[in-house]
């Protein structure tokens, strides 16, 4: 499945069954396409196999903005990103976060000039490129080995390095609807393996969730508005029950 998410209300706004293996990047685009989805003036997201010039012209095209990770499936591209951010003047800022009993450091630098966006836009097909960024995370927590890791970025937006880190965060902030769809309505145990069946139920249970986080109360655990509407259907059902026999 595909799935296009709001990162701010972490809903699911569209599902596309991808028809095999290695067919999700064409299948997004199907997704993009969609007519029921608004893309003017959002920033669309991906992860590193969307980084291609199809999807990132389709985004445009749309009236959307696109940041999307440059890694090894795209190396010319990686390459000339981080030879860019050594060669210009880069904008640095270094974020420290502490909490859970380890100390996260992420260090951003961000090149947003307009003539090496522009070269390296048109060398790699990468429609309105604006902004080149490199983010280093390094997770220090007592007792282990600190953990060092660097992925490097593109956008069509202009931002500033705090910027760039806010909208990567909220990126993996999709992570929390997997989640939830895992551990709230058991994706993984379903064994619905054949056919239609898997996407057609995995379609039901992000609408269902959809469908709960309008219903819930403020602040309410997901576990528990899923008990209270699951009791309060049960006492709807047995009083209709009743009131059939009465009849």
């Known amino acids: 499945m595909?799935?296009?998410v709001d990162v701010d209300t972490k809903r699911v706004l569209?599902?596309?069954?991808?028809?095999?293996?290695?067919?999700?990047?064409?299948?997004?685009?199907?997704?993009?396409?969609?007519q029921d989805i608004c893309l003017d003036g959002a920033l669309v997201s991906f992860d590193a196999a969307h980084c291609c010039r199809e999807t990132l012209s389709l985004v445009r095209r749309r009236?959307?903005?696109?940041?999307?990770?440059?890694?090894?499936?795209?190396?010319?591209?990686?390459?000339?990103?981080m030879f860019s951010l050594d060669a210009v003047a880069a904008e640095t800022v270094t974020v420290c976060e502490k909490g859970h009993g380890r100390l996260d450091t992420r260090t951003v630098r961000v090149v947003a000039d307009p003539e090496t966006c522009d070269w390296l836009g048109s060398s790699h097909g990468c429609d309105g490129l604006r902004?080149?960024?490199?983010?280093?995370?390094?997770?220090?927590?007592?007792?282990?080995?600190?953990?060092?890791?660097?992925?490097a970025f593109i956008g069509s937006r202009r931002m500033s390095a705090r910027?760039?880190?806010?909208?990567?965060?909220?990126?993996?902030?999709?992570?929390?609807?997997?989640?939830?769809?895992?551990?709230?309505?058991?994706?993984?145990?379903?064994?619905?393996?054949?056919?239609?069946?898997?996407?057609?139920?995995?379609?039901?249970?992000?609408?269902?969730?959809?469908?709960?986080?309008?219903?819930?109360?403020?602040?309410?655990?997901?576990p528990a508005a899923i008990s209270r509407l699951l009791c309060g259907f049960a006492v709807a059902v047995a009083m209709e029950d009743a009131a059939t026999a009465a009849m």
């Not at 569209?14 to 969609?34: F, N």
């Not at 090894?72 to 000339?80: A, K, R, V």
């Not at 609408?207 to 997901?222: A, H, S, V, Y």
Request: overall charge neutral; charged content about 30%; hydrophobic content about 35%.
């Open 2 to 4: 595909v799935n296009a």
């Open 63 to 81: 009236g959307g903005e696109w940041l999307v990770p440059v890694k090894g499936n795209t190396p010319s591209l990686c390459e000339e990103v």
């Open 163 to 222: 910027d760039l880190l806010a909208e990567v965060r909220k990126h993996w902030g999709v992570e929390v609807a997997h989640n939830r769809l895992d551990v709230s309505m058991g994706e993984d145990a379903c064994r619905v393996r054949t056919g239609w069946g898997p996407a057609n139920f995995a379609i039901l249970r992000r609408f269902g969730l959809d469908w709960l986080d309008t219903l819930r109360g403020k602040d309410e655990p997901l």
């Open 14 to 34: 569209a599902t596309v069954a991808t028809p095999g293996p290695g067919q999700e990047v064409p299948t997004a685009r199907k997704l993009l396409r969609r």
């Open 131 to 151: 902004t080149i960024g490199h983010i280093v995370y390094i997770t220090e927590e007592k007792g282990k080995k600190p953990t060092r890791e660097e992925c």
